[in-house]
């Protein structure tokens, strides 16, 4: 597939707001509507773009405590330990790393208790020989497909 900088440009606006009209995006770029429905035609069936998603205000749903943490993990247990991590619901991001953590975890939580209470029991596994929990105190920029 080519890709070229009018497909960068209605990125950029399907970034911002993922249900603006074909013809707004079309109004913006000095293009047709049919050009941009073909360029997100395009890049959908090449799977340049993947899915549309929902933004969700994590305040207003009274989830205010994020965190990062990094977990650091005897080898032979990733595989079990990430099979037990990804599919709980507070945990937002999962990523394997390299460095001192060997998965880092970002998850929401309603209070410090409820973080506290994951911390306990959740990350409380057989493999897991250490943790380092940073809490974020506010955002500078937010991850434009999730807003966390």
Known sequence: MS??????KIIQILNRNARMP????AEELNVSDVTVRNHVRNMLKEG???????LLDYHKLGRIIKAFIGLKV???KLKEI??????NPDVQVLYR???EAD????????????LNSFLESKLNLDGVTGTEVNVVIGPYKRCPCTGL
């Open 82 to 87: 990430v099979g037990h991590l990804i599919d």
């Open 48 to 54: 340049l773009i993947q899915r549309f998603n929902v």
């Open 103 to 114: 998965l880092f975890l970002e998850v929401i939580f309603k209070d410090m208790e409820e």
């Open 74 to 76: 005897q080898p032979q």
């Open 97 to 99: 790393t390299t460095g």
């Open 3 to 8: 890709f070229d900088m009018l497909d960068l």
């Open 22 to 25: 074909y013809k707004a995006i």
